[in-house]
């Protein structure tokens, strides 16, 4: 069965870094195209990233862009996300996730911007 396992979240200081990756299993992770998506407190999941196969196609939400950069191992079956310049705002619950038929979620992965 499809699984996805997020880690990489932590507590970080306003224009910190952080990389959140996540380990995929339960399909060809090569022919599936990953996003990652983020749920702050009392708001709705939003996509932040997602891209191809090859990592050849990128898309960001206009909120992330040029900070954060998606990227791909398919030799390891892992999808990351690298954050730059993070702000408060970047605050919230991290999730990989893959439709397949349906569309799974990992279990996410904390991410707070505090000073």
């Known amino acids: 069965q499809v699984q996805l396992v997020e880690s990489g979240g932590g507590l970080v200081q306003p224009g910190g870094s952080l990389r959140l990756s996540c380990q995929a299993s339960g399909f060809i992770f090569s022919m599936y195209r990953m996003s990652w998506y983020r749920q702050a407190l009392g708001k709705e999941r939003e996509l932040v990233a997602f891209e191809s196969t090859t990592g050849g196609n990128t898309k960001y939400v206009d909120s992330v862009k040029g900070r954060f950069t998606i990227s791909r191992d398919n030799a390891e079956n892992t999808v990351f996300l690298q954050m730059n310049s993070l702000k408060p705002e970047d605050t919230a619950v991290y999730f990989c996730?893959?439709?397949?038929?349906?569309?799974?979620w990992g279990q996410g992965t904390q991410v707070i911007v505090s000073s």
């Open positions: 996730s893959v439709f397949k038929g349906d569309r799974y």
